[in-house]
C-alpha cells in the first residue's frame, strides 16, 4: 500500500465511516498521534476538502421568494456563483445534511431514494447526527448493468452515522414486465419493506434530469433510446424512477406500471417530503417537482431558485 493509499483509507474510515482515531489506529496498527497526523496531511495534500461556508451563503430572500410563491414549508438556497454542476451538486448536498442535521426533533424513520445527490449527503453527515434512526429505502436500486448503484451503501451510511439501522430494498428500480414487479410487490420480502417505507417520517430524495448522465441509464435500468422517447413524450426528468411532465404527471404508464417503490402519490400525502435539486439540466423537473406538490422542502441553488421564480 502506497503512502497516499494509506492517507485516503485513514481519511475515508475518519470522515465517511465515522469511526474515531482511536478506532482507526487499533485497525490499522498505528498510533493515535500518526492518525491524527495522517488526517492532517490528507487536507495538505488535497485528498481531503474541507469547506466552511458563510451562514451569507445562503441566500434568503430567494428562499422566502420561494416558500410564499409556491406554498412550501421550508426552503433552502445556497449561493454557487457558478455553471459549474459538480460545485452546485456539493454544495446542495451539503445543506442538505445541515438541514438533516438540524432537525429538531430528529426524524425517526427516514424513506429515501438514491442517486449521486444523497450519496454526497450521506457523506456529510456528522456521526452522532442522530440516536437510533431507522433509514428505509422508497424504491429500486439495484443495478441491472455492470455499473453498481451507492444506493446501499448510501442508506447504510445515514443510518450507521445516526446510529440506527438500513432496512435496503433488494430489486431494481425498473423491471421488464408490469407482471414481474406485481409479483414482487406481492413477495413479503418486498411487501414488508415497502409498508415500512410508506410510514415514513421524512422522505429525501433528488430529482433526476433528462441528461446523458442520468443513474437509471448508468444502472441499466433503462437506455439512451429510452430517455429520447421519454423527453419527446414531453418528460422533464424522474422522482423515484418515476417519468413526470412539466405538470407532475406520469408520462409513460407503461413504464410507470414496472416501476418498482411507492408512489408519487406518497410524497404528496408526506408529512414531510426534501427535494434536493442542484444543476441547470434539472431546471424542469424542479419546477415540476415543486409546482405539483411532491416535495414541501426544497433545498436547491441559487440560479435553480431565480429560475423558478422567473418561470412562475
Known amino acids: 500500500m502506497t503512502d497516499d493509499d494509506q492517507l485516503y483509507q485513514v481519511a475515508v474510515r475518519y470522515y465517511e465511516s465515522g469511526e474515531t482515531q482511536e478506532q482507526i489506529a487499533h485497525a490499522m496498527h498505528l498510533t493515535r498521534w500518526k492518525v491524527g497526523r495522517m488526517l492532517a496531511e490528507a487536507r495538505e495534500v488535497g485528498i481531503v476538502r474541507i469547506e466552511v461556508l458563510h451562514p451569507r451563503s445562503r441566500v434568503r430572500t430567494l428562499e422566502q421568494s420561494i416558500k410564499e410563491r409556491f406554498g412550501l414549508r421550508d426552503a433552502v438556497v445556497v449561493s454557487v456563483g457558478g455553471d459549474d454542476p459538480e460545485q452546485a451538486r456539493e454544495r446542495v448536498a451539503a445543506a442538505g445534511a445541515d438541514h438533516l442535521m438540524e432537525l429538531r426533533p430528529a426524524p425517526r424513520l427516514i424513506g429515501v431514494s438514491w442517486g449521486r445527490t444523497l450519496d454526497r449527503l450521506a457523506g456529510g453527515l456528522t456521526p ?70 410508506a410510514r415514513a417520517d421524512l422522505f429525501l430524495f433528488s430529482p433526476g434530469g433528462m441528461g446523458s448522465d442520468s443513474v437509471l441509464v448508468d444502472s441499466g435500468q433503462i437506455d439512451a433510446g429510452d430517455l429520447a422517447r421519454l423527453a419527446r413524450a414531453g418528460a422533464v426528468g424522474d422522482v423515484l424512477g418515476r417519468f413526470i411532465d412539466a405538470r407532475g404527471q406520469i408520462v409513460d404508464p407503461d413504464l410507470d406500471g414496472r416501476t418498482l417503490g411507492l408512489s408519487l402519490d406518497v410524497l404528496r400525502a408526506a408529512t414531510t417530503s426534501i427535494a434536493l435539486v442542484s444543476g441547470t439540466a434539472k431546471r424542469a423537473v424542479c419546477r415540476a417537482v415543486v409546482a405539483s406538490g411532491l416535495c414541501d422542502v426544497l433545498i436547491t441553488d441559487d440560479q435553480n431558485a431565480r429560475h423558478l421564480l422567473e418561470a412562475a
Request: hydrophobic residues 50%; aromatic residues 2%.
Open 128 to 197: 452522532g447526527w442522530a440516536a437510533g434512526v431507522h433509514v428505509v429505502q422508497i424504491n429500486g436500486a439495484l443495478s441491472r448493468s455492470r455499473q453498481p448503484t451507492s444506493a446501499h451503501s448510501m442508506a447504510s451510511l445515514i443510518a450507521h452515522h445516526g446510529g440506527g439501522t438500513a432496512t435496503l430494498l433488494a430489486a431494481p428500480a425498473i423491471l421488464e414486465q408490469q407482471s414481474t414487479r406485481a409479483v414482487l410487490e406481492s413477495d413479503r420480502a418486498v411487501a414488508d419493506v415497502l409498508a415500512l417505507a
